[in-house]
């Protein structure tokens, strides 16, 4: 029955119904912030609703897209509306139906000026997100994507911090111009294969010279997205000053739009630059790790802390999907999934104590122990998980990745591993300071435990943790079959390609010998 529905245009677009309720509501100021929020709030979980349905209906032993729509767009540039998931995009969207209630409610007291635009510029995100994962079209993905960009920037640039400007217009920047090349490719796509239906372009092979320039102009908008090292520098700036449920939205699924985009287009579109490039952004990976893990330890700023641990874990998805080995493309894709809910409930981590005490500075806090025990307790379940403890998510995703690595290269699989220890060394040293220690600050006495709101954000977010590290195999069974399916594909097009490289030395050598 499912099937016949258009539910994952349903799914995309739910939200946007929700907004239009709200650009409705009338009253005064206070009656119009009270509605929006509701509004928003079963807007969101209506939506996720939405997204059970697609994960119940969804067969994982079905190889390739479920749940297909497909219908013209733009006739004359053969151009269409076509939408799918597979066992990596369905992962992706309930992530971003998952965490959007919990951005609704965090937001629920701190924000208090434009709730109506607020709530608006969410519900469009999370349409924008959810379009982004299924669709199946070059240019559709490419409308999406981009479009992320616009109520992100708004998020940033009115509710955000004091230097919001600057960070909002370099996370723009930043992201906009990796995306021309993005741009810059698809129209060269569309010029060899003429159309920018994905099911065609993937099955025309495109010359081993275009190949590597297509990579290169794709690789450029998904590195800035994951953020790669060196291009990573927007990513801390834009953390620090978006508000809370900014940087949960912004952690939780932003990031993953350049993994996705790997896993979706520069591995199976272009296998053999992605052979030539894989060593090279493996090292990049590396780096990162190690780097940004070493810049966290300096930290004084705890956003600032934990969007540096971010570039660190995003290195073990890089390196897990450019490994190209069964375990390390489970074990990025796992990772993703897992630093999606384990960053965001630390990023709601500090948001709470910052609603507080209004101030991010990790020496201004110490002894949270003995006035907030919840939150306590929570935190610590949260810094586990993000030094990869077993038993929690955070270990199933390092692991694999590692594994995977370990038989590509002992070198980078080694380098990776040291980021495990430098990442306990920074996440251990943050939660000490915080929690432990003694309430040396006078005002630190007033603090209050979490409310329900709080408590329930955080009691969901810890059951998520609890589940992908005790039982895996829930995640695992969706994403296995793609990952095969991937790495079939990658490995058929390079044995033709290598085919197609003997025939035609074979022939060079015949003509010579001819002549």
């Not at 940033?156 to 909002?168: D, L, P, Q």
């Amino acid at each position: 029955m499912l099937e016949e529905l258009p539910i994952l245009s349903l799914t995309t677009f739910f939200p946007l119904f929700g907004a239009l309720f709200i650009l409705l509501i009338k009253g005064d100021e206070a009656t119009i912030a009270r509605n929006s929020r509701y509004v928003a709030l079963w807007s969101s979980v209506l939506t996720f609703v939405l997204s059970l349905l697609i994960y119940i209906g969804f067969d994982p032993l079905k190889p390739g897209d479920q749940f297909v729509e497909h219908h013209t767009w733009v006739k004359e540039f053969n151009i269409s509306y076509h939408m799918g998931v597979d066992g990596f995009s369905i992962l992706f969207i309930l992530l971003s139906t998952f965490l959007m209630p919990l951005c609704i409610l965090a937001s629920w007291e701190s924000i208090q000026k434009r709730v109506r635009e607020y709530m608006l510029a969410f519900l469009l995100l999370e349409t924008l997100m959810i379009g982004m994962f299924c669709a199946l079209d070059l240019i559709l993905f490419y409308v999406f994507f981009e479009g992320v960009l616009i109520p992100m920037f708004l998020i940033i640039g009115i509710w955000g911090g004091e230097r919001r400007i600057y960070s909002c217009f370099k996370f723009f920047l930043y992201t906009f111009l990796g995306s021309v090349f993005m741009l810059l490719a698809i129209i060269a796509i569309y010029v060899q294969v003429g159309t920018t239906d994905l099911t065609a372009v993937h099955n025309h092979t495109f010359s081993a010279n275009l190949q590597h320039w297509l990579w290169l102009a794709f690789f450029a908008s998904f590195a800035v997205k994951v953020p790669m090292w060196p291009v990573h520098t927007w990513l801390p700036d834009a953390h620090v000053e978006a508000p809370t449920a900014g940087s949960v939205i912004l952690a939780g699924v932003l990031l993953k739009m350049g993994g996705y985009g790997f896993l979706r287009f520069s591995v199976p579109l272009f296998p053999e630059a992605n052979l030539t490039f894989a060593p090279y952004v493996m090292s990049l990976s590396v780096i990162a790790v190690v780097y940004a893990s070493l810049v966290a330890l300096v930290q004084k700023d705890m956003k600032k802390l934990i969007a540096y641990s971010s570039v660190a874990h995003m290195g073990f998805v890089t390196l897990g999907i450019f490994a190209m080995t069964p375990q390390a493309v489970t074990g990025a894709m796992i990772q993703m999934l897992s630093h999606g809910l384990i960053s965001a409930a630390l990023f709601l981590c500090v948001g709470v104590v910052y609603d507080r005490l209004h101030t991010r500075e990790i020496s201004r806090y110490g002894g949270l122990v003995a006035i907030m025990p919840v939150y306590a307790a929570f935190f610590m379940l949260f810094t586990m998980a993000s030094v990869g403890l077993p038993g929690t998510s955070g270990f199933v995703g390092e692991f694999l990745v590692i594994l995977g690595s370990f038989k590509v290269s002992t070198v980078f699989a080694t380098l990776a591993a040291t980021g495990m220890i430098l990442g306990a060394a920074y996440a251990l040293w943050l939660y000490r300071r915080v929690v432990f220690g003694k309430l040396e600050h006078a005002d630190l006495q007033s603090l209050k435990d979490l409310n329900w709101r709080e408590s329930f954000s955080f009691a969901v977010l810890g059951i998520a943790v609890l589940w992908m590290g005790i039982y895996p195999k829930t995640f695992t069974d969706i994403i296995n079959p793609s990952v095969d399916n991937l790495i079939a594909q990658y490995t058929r097009k390079l044995a033709q390609a290598q085919k197609v490289g003997q025939l035609a030395s074979a022939d060079s050598v015949s003509q010579v010998r001819e002549s």
